[in-house]
C-alpha cells in the first residue's frame, strides 16, 4: 500500500542529506541547504513533493519543539530580568515597523487597511530561524541574544492581536473590544495556570515518574506536559509557539529540566528541518525571474528597514551600539508567523493576486540572507566601532562611570557578571583582592550596585570602557561572557592596552583555545575540559587515589592547554586487565611515603597477605609496572601498590605506607 506522506518523507529526507552535504563541502548555512530543498521538492520546483500540506503541520511540530526547548533552558526568574526589554523593546519595534511600513506603503498608492495590514506582516521576524542560529553561535545568554530572545517572543505574543484587527482593516464589522477582552482574560489565565503548574503540579508529578526509572514513560509525561500546554493556548486563540515556550518555563523549574532537554533535542532538529523545507517551498522561482531587479531591491531596502528599526529600538533600551547592530541584523527578516497572518489578510482581500507571491517571495528571500547576515553582524560591528561616532552612541545611554584609580591598583577586572563571573566576585570579595566588574545588562548594574558590588555599565569591546576601569594598572582580566566573537574582540584590545596583565578567558567549546591564544590569553578555560576534570577527580578520589598524585594529574592536565584530554594517551593504563569488582572488594593504589614503616623492607617483611588480609597484584615505581612481584623486592619511596580487598583491611594496611609524621 502505498503511503503519500511516506514517500514524500523520503524525498525530502534523501534530497535533504544530499543538498546539505555538499553546502558542508563549500561551507554554506544548513538553513539555506534546507530552504533550497523546498524550492527544489516543492511544487514549484521539480514538483517532487505532492502533499505540501502536511509537510507544514510537520513543519509547526518543529517550531513547537524549537521553543520547548528554549523554555527548557530559560526560567521565570530569567524571564523576569528581560521583562523590561519584552514590553518596552518589543513594543517599540512593532509600532515603530508598523508607522515606517504604513507610510511608504500609503506614498505607493495603498490604502489606509491595506498599508497597516502590510506593516503587521513585515513587523514580525522569524523566531524559528533567529533562535536556532543564535543557540548554535552560543549566543543565547549573551546581551544581543537576551534582547533579540525578548522582542521576538513579543512578537510571538502580538501576532494574536493583530489577526483580531485584520478583519477590521478590511472593513469587517464586529465587536473588537470584547474580543480583546477575552483574550486578556485568557492570556492572564494560562500565565497563572503555568505559574501555578511550574512551582506545585510539575515538579511533583515529574519526581514520582522519574522514581520509575522508565526512560518511556518519563519521555511520554514530558510531551504531554508539552502538547497540553500548546493545546490550550490554541484553543484560547493564542499561538502554538507560545504555548511551546510557555510549557518549557514550566518544565524548567524542576531539578528535570536538562534531562527533559537532552530527550527532546533529536525531535526538534528532525522536525525543524521540515520547517525550513516548507519555506523553501513557498519560493516561486518563474516569478522571481520575472522581476529580479525589482525583487531583490525590495528585499534590500526591507532589510535595512528592519535593521535600522531594531537598531533604534535596542539603543533605546540602553544597549551599546555593538549590542545594536547585533539585535537589529538578528531582526531584519520576515518572519514564518507572517505567512500565516498572510493567510488571514489574503481571505478579506488585504493582501490578493501580485502583492499576495511579492511578499511570499520578499519572504524567503529575507529568510534565507539571515544565515548570512548574522555570520557577519559581529565584523560590521566591529567596523562600525572604528567609525567618528559620538561616544554615547557608542557606549550607550548608560556612560560608564568612573573608577576610583587610587583604590584601583593592582585590581582584579571581571567582564560580564553571569555565574562566573559572580563565582569569580565572591572568591576575590571573601580574599580581599579589589576588584572591577564590567557588564552590558542595565538592569543587572542597577541592580547590583544598590547592593554595593564595584559593577559598572559598559561594553568592553570598546576602548573607553577599559580605560575608565584602570586596565593600565590591573593584574588580572577575567573575560566570563557568553559570545565568542566579543571574547575574541575583548582579549585581543585587552592584550594591546596592557601588554603586562594576565587574561584569563572562559569558553564554552575547544575551537576557541587557539584563536584565544593567538590574540593574547594567558589561560584559556574550556567548560567541556573542566568538566572533565572534576569529574576524572571525583573518579580518582572514589579509587583512593592519594591527593597529591590527584593534584598533580590536575595540574599536568592544565598545564599543556589540556592536550592530555584531546589526543587518546598512548601509555597503557595504570591498572590493566582489572576490570571486574567483586561484592565487597576493592582495587585501591597505595603510596609509600619516604619514613613509612613499610619503607626499605621486602615485601615478605611487610607480608600484606599475612598480616593485612590484602593482595598486592603489582607495583608501580616511576613509569614501570611491576605485575606479581616476587617476596625479596624492597619497596622504596614512592613506589605505588596496587592493592586488592576488603575495605575494612585495606584501611589497615594504610598505615604500613604512610608517614606517621606527616598531618
Not at 573518579?539 to 592547554?561: H, M, Q, T
Not at 597477605?609 to 590484602?614: E, L, S, T
Amino acid at each position: 500500500m502505498e503511503i503519500p506522506l511516506l514517500n514524500d518523507i523520503v524525498i525530502i529526507f534523501g534530497l535533504s542529506i544530499a543538498v546539505l552535504f555538499i553546502f558542508h563541502l563549500i561551507r554554506v548555512p544548513a538553513i539555506v541547504g534546507f530552504l533550497l530543498t523546498g524550492i527544489l521538492a516543492g511544487p514549484h520546483g521539480l514538483g517532487l513533493v505532492h502533499d505540501v500540506h502536511q509537510v507544514e503541520i510537520l513543519a509547526e511540530m518543529g517550531v513547537i519543539f524549537l521553543l520547548f526547548a528554549i523554555g527548557l533552558e530559560f526560567s521565570l526568574k530569567r524571564m523576569s530580568q528581560i521583562k523590561r526589554s519584552i514590553l518596552l523593546g518589543g513594543s517599540l519595534q512593532v509600532l515603530l515597523t508598523i508607522a515606517a511600513v504604513f507610510a511608504i506603503a500609503t506614498e505607493i498608492g495603498l490604502i489606509s487597511g491595506e498599508s497597516i495590514f502590510m506593516g503587521f506582516l513585515i513587523a514580525l521576524s522569524s523566531t524559528a530561524i533567529v533562535l536556532k542560529l543564535i543557540q548554535e553561535r552560543a549566543e543565547i545568554d549573551s546581551p544581543h541574544g537576551q534582547a533579540t530572545l525578548a522582542i521576538l517572543l513579543f512578537q510571538d505574543v502580538i501576532i494574536v492581536p493583530m489577526m483580531l484587527f485584520t478583519p477590521l482593516l478590511a472593513g469587517a464589522t464586529g465587536n473588537l473590544g470584547e474580543s480583546l477582552l477575552v483574550l486578556v482574560a485568557k492570556g492572564i489565565g494560562i500565565v497563572l495556570l503555568v505559574a501555578v503548574g511550574a512551582r506545585w503540579i510539575v515538579p511533583q508529578a515529574l519526581y514520582q515518574i522519574a522514581r520509575t526509572r522508565s526512560r518511556e514513560l518519563f519521555l511520554l509525561s514530558i510531551f504531554m506536559i508539552c502538547l497540553t500546554v500548546v493545546w490550550l493556548t490554541a484553543s484560547m486563540g493564542l499561538s502554538l509557539a507560545l504555548g511551546a515556550f510557555l510549557a518549557g518555563l514550566t518544565i524548567s523549574q524542576s531539578e528535570y529540566s536538562h534531562h527533559a532537554l537532552g530527550n527532546v533535542l533529536p525531535f526538534r532538529d528532525v522536525f525543524m528541518s521540515f520547517f525550513f523545507v516548507s519555506i523553501g517551498m513557498l519560493l516561486d522561482l518563474n516569478f522571481l525571474f520575472q522581476q529580479p531587479g525589482l525583487i531583490l531591491l525590495i528585499v534590500l531596502s526591507l532589510l535595512v528597514l528592519k535593521a535600522v528599526i531594531a537598531c533604534a529600538v535596542a539603543f533605546l533600551l540602553g544597549f551599546p551600539l555593538r549590542t545594536t547592530i547585533l539585535v537589529g541584523l538578528a531582526l531584519c527578516q520576515v518572519g514564518e508567523f507572517s505567512f500565516i497572518l498572510s493567510g488571514t489578510g489574503a481571505q478579506h482581500g488585504l493582501l490578493a493576486g501580485p502583492a499576495y507571491q511579492f511578499f511570499l517571495t520578499v519572504s524567503v528571500l529575507t529568510m534565507a540572507a539571515t544565515p548570512f547576515i548574522i555570520a557577519l553582524s559581529p565584523r560590521i560591528a566591529d567596523g562600525a566601532l572604528r567609525l567618528p561616532l559620538p561616544g554615547i552612541l557608542k557606549s550607550g545611554w548608560h556612560p560608564v562611570q568612573g573608577v576610583d584609580r587610587a583604590c584601583k591598583q593592582d585590581h582584579l577586572i571581571i567582564i560580564g557578571f553571569g555565574v562566573n563571573g559572580r563565582n569569580v566576585a565572591r572568591a576575590a570579595r571573601i580574599s580581599g583582592i579589589p576588584y572591577t566588574i564590567l557588564e552590558m545588562d542595565p538592569d543587572i548594574v542597577r541592580g547590583e550596585q544598590a547592593k554595593g558590588e564595584p559593577i559598572y555599565y559598559g561594553d568592553a569591546t570598546y576602548e573607553a570602557v577599559f580605560h575608565h576601569a584602570n586596565i593600565k594598572d590591573a593584574r588580572i582580566v577575567v573575560i566570563a561572557i557568553s559570545d565568542p566573537a566579543a571574547t575574541r574582540r575583548i582579549t585581543a584590545i585587552t592584550r594591546r592596552l596592557n601588554p603586562k596583565v594576565h587574561i584569563i578567558v572562559r569558553t564554552r567549546y575547544l575551537q576557541e583555545m587557539k584563536p584565544l591564544y593567538e590574540l593574547g590569553a594567558d589561560d584559556v578555560i574550556p567548560e567541556e575540559f573542566e568538566t572533565s576534570v572534576e569529574i576524572f577527580t571525583r573518579v580518582l578520589v572514589k579509587y583512593l587515589i592519594p591527593r597529591d598524585e590527584i593534584e598533580s594529574f590536575i595540574a599536568v592536565v592544565r598545564s599543556d592547554g589540556y592536550e592530555m584530554l584531546r589526543s587518546l594517551s598512548k601509555e597503557p593504563t595504570s591498572f590493566p586487565g582489572l576490570k571486574q569488582h567483586l561484592p565487597d572488594v576493592e582495587i585501591v593504589t597505595l603510596r609509600v611515603f619516604k619514613r613509612a614503616p613499610a619503607a626499605g623492607k621486602t615485601l615478605a617483611e611487610v607480608g600484606l597477605r599475612k598480616k593485612c588480609g590484602v593482595t598486592l597484584l603489582a607495583v608501580r615505581r616511576n613509569s614501570q609496572m611491576i605485575s606479581n612481584p616476587d617476596g625479596d623486592m624492597h619497596l622504596c619511596a614512592g613506589d605505588l601498590l596496587v592493592v586488592i580487598g576488603p575495605p575494612d583491611k585495606i584501611a589497615r594496611a594504610m598505615d604500613l605506607f604512610d608517614n606517621p609524621e606527616r598531618e
